[in-house]
Protein backbone atom coordinates (compact mmCIF):
# COMPACT_ATOMS: atom_id res chain seq x y z
CA UNK A 1 0.00 0.00 0.00
CA UNK A 2 1.39 3.57 -1.29
CA UNK A 3 1.92 6.20 2.00
CA UNK A 4 0.14 9.26 1.06
CA UNK A 5 1.48 12.28 2.43
CA UNK A 6 1.45 15.87 2.27
CA UNK A 7 4.03 19.13 1.52
CA UNK A 8 3.08 22.98 0.77
CA UNK A 9 5.23 25.94 0.84
CA UNK A 10 3.02 28.05 2.73
CA UNK A 11 3.06 25.57 5.73
CA UNK A 12 6.37 27.66 6.88
CA UNK A 13 4.36 30.63 7.03
CA UNK A 14 3.05 29.15 10.43
CA UNK A 15 4.99 28.07 13.94
CA UNK A 16 6.25 24.58 12.99
CA UNK A 17 4.54 23.18 16.37
CA UNK A 18 0.97 24.22 15.30
CA UNK A 19 1.52 22.56 12.01
CA UNK A 20 2.38 19.85 12.84
CA UNK A 21 -0.06 18.98 15.10
CA UNK A 22 -2.76 20.02 12.45
CA UNK A 23 -0.97 17.96 9.61
CA UNK A 24 -0.44 14.88 11.99
CA UNK A 25 -4.38 14.80 12.44
CA UNK A 26 -5.02 14.22 8.85
CA UNK A 27 -1.49 12.49 6.90
CA UNK A 28 1.07 9.50 8.44
CA UNK A 29 3.70 11.04 6.09
CA UNK A 30 4.69 14.96 5.71
CA UNK A 31 7.85 16.29 2.77
CA UNK A 32 8.87 19.23 5.34
CA UNK A 33 9.40 22.12 2.66
CA UNK A 34 12.38 23.37 4.37
CA UNK A 35 11.93 26.97 3.84
CA UNK A 36 11.23 30.05 6.67
CA UNK A 37 9.39 28.34 9.67
CA UNK A 38 10.21 25.02 8.66
CA UNK A 39 13.74 25.33 7.47
CA UNK A 40 14.91 21.69 8.74
CA UNK A 41 18.10 22.94 9.92
CA UNK A 42 16.64 24.98 12.32
CA UNK A 43 13.70 22.60 13.49
CA UNK A 44 15.49 19.48 13.74
CA UNK A 45 16.25 19.51 17.54
CA UNK A 46 12.45 20.17 17.85
CA UNK A 47 11.84 17.79 15.34
CA UNK A 48 13.97 14.94 16.71
CA UNK A 49 12.62 15.55 20.22
CA UNK A 50 8.83 15.34 19.28
CA UNK A 51 8.58 12.37 16.92
CA UNK A 52 7.73 10.04 19.52
CA UNK A 53 4.66 12.51 20.22
CA UNK A 54 3.61 12.28 16.51
CA UNK A 55 3.26 8.55 15.03
CA UNK A 56 4.27 10.22 11.61
CA UNK A 57 7.28 9.72 8.83
CA UNK A 58 8.74 12.25 7.54
CA UNK A 59 10.68 13.59 3.77
CA UNK A 60 12.32 17.14 2.78
CA UNK A 61 11.75 19.07 0.23
CA UNK A 62 14.96 21.05 -0.42
CA UNK A 63 14.92 24.99 0.09
CA UNK A 64 14.41 26.74 -3.66
CA UNK A 65 13.76 30.46 -2.85
CA UNK A 66 17.48 31.65 -2.26
CA UNK A 67 19.07 28.37 -3.65
CA UNK A 68 19.77 27.39 -7.55
CA UNK A 69 21.94 24.69 -8.21
CA UNK A 70 22.62 25.76 -11.90
CA UNK A 71 23.86 29.19 -11.14
CA UNK A 72 26.61 30.54 -13.89
CA UNK A 73 27.93 32.72 -10.60
CA UNK A 74 30.57 29.40 -8.64
CA UNK A 75 29.78 31.24 -5.69
CA UNK A 76 26.28 30.73 -5.54
CA UNK A 77 26.19 27.20 -6.91
CA UNK A 78 28.31 25.92 -4.56
CA UNK A 79 26.92 28.30 -1.56
CA UNK A 80 23.21 26.15 -2.47
CA UNK A 81 25.39 22.65 -2.82
CA UNK A 82 26.12 23.41 0.67
CA UNK A 83 22.81 24.75 1.66
CA UNK A 84 21.29 21.43 0.17
CA UNK A 85 24.46 19.04 2.11
CA UNK A 86 23.19 20.92 5.58
CA UNK A 87 19.96 19.49 4.93
CA UNK A 88 21.35 16.24 4.53
CA UNK A 89 23.13 16.81 7.69
CA UNK A 90 19.95 17.31 9.18
CA UNK A 91 18.49 14.38 7.23
CA UNK A 92 20.81 11.96 9.19
CA UNK A 93 20.14 13.06 12.58
CA UNK A 94 16.80 12.95 12.19
CA UNK A 95 17.03 9.10 10.18
CA UNK A 96 15.14 10.80 6.98
CA UNK A 97 16.19 9.09 4.11
CA UNK A 98 14.80 10.90 0.65
CA UNK A 99 15.38 14.77 -0.27
CA UNK A 100 13.59 16.62 -3.11
CA UNK A 101 15.60 18.60 -4.82
CA UNK A 102 15.14 21.46 -8.40
CA UNK A 103 17.49 21.09 -10.82
CA UNK A 104 17.99 25.20 -10.62
CA UNK A 105 17.23 27.73 -13.06
CA UNK A 106 19.04 29.61 -16.21
CA UNK A 107 19.90 32.93 -16.27
CA UNK A 108 16.68 35.76 -15.65
CA UNK A 109 18.96 38.27 -17.08
CA UNK A 110 21.00 36.94 -19.55
CA UNK A 111 19.83 35.37 -22.56
CA UNK A 112 20.86 31.96 -24.44
CA UNK A 113 23.37 30.63 -21.58
CA UNK A 114 20.80 27.66 -20.59
CA UNK A 115 23.43 25.54 -22.09
CA UNK A 116 25.99 27.16 -19.53
CA UNK A 117 23.22 26.32 -16.80
CA UNK A 118 22.83 22.68 -17.59
CA UNK A 119 27.42 22.17 -17.11
CA UNK A 120 26.36 23.81 -13.86
CA UNK A 121 23.56 21.72 -13.28
CA UNK A 122 25.30 18.61 -13.33
CA UNK A 123 28.76 19.56 -11.40
CA UNK A 124 25.47 20.30 -8.64
CA UNK A 125 24.02 16.79 -9.16
CA UNK A 126 27.48 15.15 -9.33
CA UNK A 127 28.24 16.33 -5.58
CA UNK A 128 24.86 15.88 -4.26
CA UNK A 129 25.76 12.06 -5.84
CA UNK A 130 28.80 11.66 -3.92
CA UNK A 131 27.37 13.46 -0.76
CA UNK A 132 24.55 11.12 -0.81
CA UNK A 133 26.68 8.02 -0.37
CA UNK A 134 28.56 10.47 2.93
CA UNK A 135 25.51 11.32 4.53
CA UNK A 136 22.97 8.11 3.80
CA UNK A 137 20.40 10.37 2.37
CA UNK A 138 18.78 9.78 -1.02
CA UNK A 139 18.36 12.61 -3.45
CA UNK A 140 15.31 12.60 -5.99
CA UNK A 141 15.85 15.20 -8.67
CA UNK A 142 12.25 16.98 -9.54
CA UNK A 143 10.94 17.80 -13.07
CA UNK A 144 9.63 20.93 -13.52
CA UNK A 145 6.80 23.37 -15.10
CA UNK A 146 6.84 25.17 -18.48
CA UNK A 147 8.34 28.01 -17.28
CA UNK A 148 11.43 29.04 -20.09
CA UNK A 149 13.97 29.63 -16.71
CA UNK A 150 13.66 26.69 -15.43
CA UNK A 151 15.36 23.23 -16.25
CA UNK A 152 15.03 19.70 -16.51
CA UNK A 153 11.15 20.41 -18.12
CA UNK A 154 11.53 17.79 -20.36
CA UNK A 155 12.47 13.83 -19.61
CA UNK A 156 15.37 14.67 -22.11
CA UNK A 157 16.65 17.83 -19.89
CA UNK A 158 16.45 15.90 -16.95
CA UNK A 159 18.21 12.69 -18.04
CA UNK A 160 21.09 14.97 -19.24
CA UNK A 161 21.46 16.87 -16.03
CA UNK A 162 21.77 13.58 -13.78
CA UNK A 163 23.50 11.58 -16.05
CA UNK A 164 26.43 9.89 -14.92
CA UNK A 165 25.01 9.69 -10.80
CA UNK A 166 22.98 7.41 -9.50
CA UNK A 167 20.38 10.22 -8.26
CA UNK A 168 16.77 9.31 -8.06
CA UNK A 169 14.07 11.44 -9.51
CA UNK A 170 11.17 12.71 -8.02
CA UNK A 171 8.10 12.61 -10.88
CA UNK A 172 5.64 15.54 -10.36
CA UNK A 173 2.73 14.18 -12.01
CA UNK A 174 1.47 18.38 -12.54
CA UNK A 175 4.78 19.93 -13.84
CA UNK A 176 4.95 16.89 -16.45
CA UNK A 177 1.09 17.75 -17.72
CA UNK A 178 2.10 21.40 -17.93
CA UNK A 179 5.09 19.78 -20.65
CA UNK A 180 3.29 16.99 -22.22
CA UNK A 181 5.89 15.00 -20.92
CA UNK A 182 3.94 12.52 -18.46
CA UNK A 183 4.32 9.32 -20.55
CA UNK A 184 8.02 11.03 -21.71
CA UNK A 185 8.85 11.08 -17.68
CA UNK A 186 7.78 7.56 -16.92
CA UNK A 187 9.06 5.67 -20.19
CA UNK A 188 12.88 7.68 -19.34
CA UNK A 189 13.13 7.28 -15.77
CA UNK A 190 10.73 4.33 -14.81
CA UNK A 191 13.29 2.50 -12.47
CA UNK A 192 14.39 5.81 -10.58
CA UNK A 193 11.57 7.02 -8.87
CA UNK A 194 12.07 7.54 -5.86
CA UNK A 195 9.25 10.12 -4.87
CA UNK A 196 5.91 11.02 -6.50
CA UNK A 197 4.27 14.55 -6.66
CA UNK A 198 0.70 14.65 -7.17
CA UNK A 199 -1.76 17.68 -8.18
CA UNK A 200 -3.95 19.00 -10.39
CA UNK A 201 -4.08 21.48 -13.45
CA UNK A 202 -5.30 22.93 -16.61
CA UNK A 203 -2.32 21.90 -18.32
CA UNK A 204 -0.96 25.47 -19.05
CA UNK A 205 0.49 26.48 -15.87
CA UNK A 206 1.67 24.96 -12.47
CA UNK A 207 -1.83 25.25 -10.45
CA UNK A 208 -1.63 22.69 -7.76
CA UNK A 209 -5.14 22.49 -8.00
CA UNK A 210 -6.83 19.79 -5.80
CA UNK A 211 -7.05 16.40 -7.26
CA UNK A 212 -10.19 16.15 -9.85
CA UNK A 213 -9.95 20.10 -10.45
CA UNK A 214 -7.94 20.06 -13.76
CA UNK A 215 -8.04 17.73 -16.71
CA UNK A 216 -5.11 15.42 -15.53
CA UNK A 217 -5.71 11.46 -16.17
CA UNK A 218 -5.08 10.21 -13.18
CA UNK A 219 -6.27 6.55 -14.29
CA UNK A 220 -3.68 6.58 -16.83
CA UNK A 221 -0.81 8.49 -15.00
CA UNK A 222 -1.81 5.67 -11.67
CA UNK A 223 -1.99 2.57 -14.09
CA UNK A 224 1.32 3.22 -15.56
CA UNK A 225 2.97 4.09 -11.68
CA UNK A 226 0.92 0.59 -10.84
CA UNK A 227 4.15 -1.24 -9.59
CA UNK A 228 5.75 2.27 -7.98
CA UNK A 229 6.19 1.64 -4.35
CA UNK A 230 7.25 4.44 -2.23
CA UNK A 231 4.87 7.59 -1.51
CA UNK A 232 2.28 9.92 -3.13
CA UNK A 233 3.12 13.42 -1.96
CA UNK A 234 0.19 16.03 -2.55
CA UNK A 235 1.33 19.30 -3.12
CA UNK A 236 -1.36 21.38 -2.43
CA UNK A 237 -2.56 24.98 -2.07
CA UNK A 238 -3.44 24.58 1.63
CA UNK A 239 -4.22 21.52 4.01
CA UNK A 240 -8.02 21.60 3.35
CA UNK A 241 -7.24 20.93 -0.72
CA UNK A 242 -4.37 18.10 0.96
CA UNK A 243 -7.07 17.01 2.37
CA UNK A 244 -9.88 16.59 -0.12
CA UNK A 245 -7.42 15.10 -2.73
CA UNK A 246 -6.27 12.13 -0.03
CA UNK A 247 -9.98 10.81 0.02
CA UNK A 248 -9.98 11.10 -3.93
CA UNK A 249 -6.39 9.87 -4.57
CA UNK A 250 -7.12 6.75 -1.86
CA UNK A 251 -10.24 5.51 -3.79
CA UNK A 252 -8.40 5.73 -7.28
CA UNK A 253 -5.75 3.48 -5.38
CA UNK A 254 -8.44 1.08 -4.30
CA UNK A 255 -7.31 2.03 -0.50
Known sequence: ???????????????????????????????IFSEANDMIQKIDGELLSGMDSHH?????????????????NDRMREASVMEIMSEMQSAQILGINTITVHPGLTSLSVNRIRDRSLSQAQQSMRMLDKASYEFGVNIAVENMPQLPFMLGCTAKELAQIIDGTDLGVCFDIGHANTTGQ???????????LMNVHIHDNLGQKDQHLTIGEGNIDFGHVLARLKDYAHRYIIESKNLSSAIVSKGRLKQMLGQ
Do not use: Q
Not at 2 to 31: L, Y
Open 56 to 72: MTYSIHSAIADTNLAAV
Open 182 to 192: IDAMLDTFRGR
Open 1 to 31: MNVIGVSCPDFGAEPFSDMWAEIAKEFSHWE
